[in-house]
């Protein structure tokens, strides 16, 4: 009999960018990390073989995985959901160095796998808790495609930035946390996330203002001191 192609697992890491899985539900198949999660809630292995979820981001903590019920999956079978895990907290969730082998979920697909009225609403609308993760100032950030190309990998508000010293000296690469975006869109402002080789008078925790330079057909983000 031919495999269901809809819950084979594959390896996130491999196939989706960060963008791609930003604010979707998926099913993980369980790892090491997953396994522990289980047994602090006095559960194993055998309880469930696989957890389904959502991705989000965590401003400090980078791209995250918020783990809402463990799932009995098989291969062409739909996967049933053993429990639900209501008391949710940092014990629920995944972050990015801690992903495993996952498969991303439609809206539609996830619907799917729910058994009952109360498990779709529990699934779908019970979602307060992402108001505080993406508020409207960075939801603004996270939806500038063309900073992608900047973006550190897993950590999807963090971008890198060529600090320009004031007396022309040799320019460095640095990382910057975004907080804000300028009214016209042409501007962020952010946090210095590591301390500049020169001492160029800004350091690491500083605010500093970011923007698009262009130079020989090539883009980048440049950074300079002060307020926008």
């Known amino acids: 009999m031919e495999e269901n192609v809809l819950y084979r697992m594959v390896t996130g890491a491999t196939h989706y960018s960060d963008r791609e899985i930003i604010s979707r539900w998926a099913i993980f198949e369980n790892n090491p ?24 981001v965590d401003h400090e ?44 979920l439609s809206n539609e697909e996830a619907n799917s796998l729910l058994l009952s009225d109360d498990e779709r609403w529990y699934i779908f609308e019970d979602q307060r808790w992402f108001i505080y993760y993406d508020p409207e100032n960075l939801h603004a ?30 320019p460095e690469i640095v990382w910057v946390r975004l907080e804000e975006m300028a009214e016209d869109g042409f501007a962020f402002q952010g946090v210095l996330l590591n301390e500049p080789d020169a001492d160029i008078g800004v350091h690491e925790g500083d605010t500093i203002t970011v923007g698009f330079a262009e130079h020989q057909d090539s883009r980048y983000l440049v950074a300079k001191t002060g307020q926008a």
């Open 61 to 104: 903590e980078g791209i995250s995985f918020r783990i809402h019920a463990l799932c009995r999956v098989e291969h062409g079978k739909l996967p049933q959901i053993v429990a639900n895990f209501a008391d949710h907290g940092e014990d629920c969730v995944l972050r990015y160095d801690e992903f495993g082998e996952f498969h991303l």
């Open 33 to 56: 990390t997953i396994e522990s999660i289980m047994a602090g809630r006095e559960l194993s292995p055998s309880d469930g073989n696989g957890v389904i979820g959502y991705f989000y």
């Open 141 to 170: 950030i996270r939806n500038r495609g063309d900073l992608d190309q900047f973006r550190a990998p897993g950590y999807f508000d963090d971008v890198s930035v060529v600090l320009v010293p004031e007396d022309g000296g040799v």
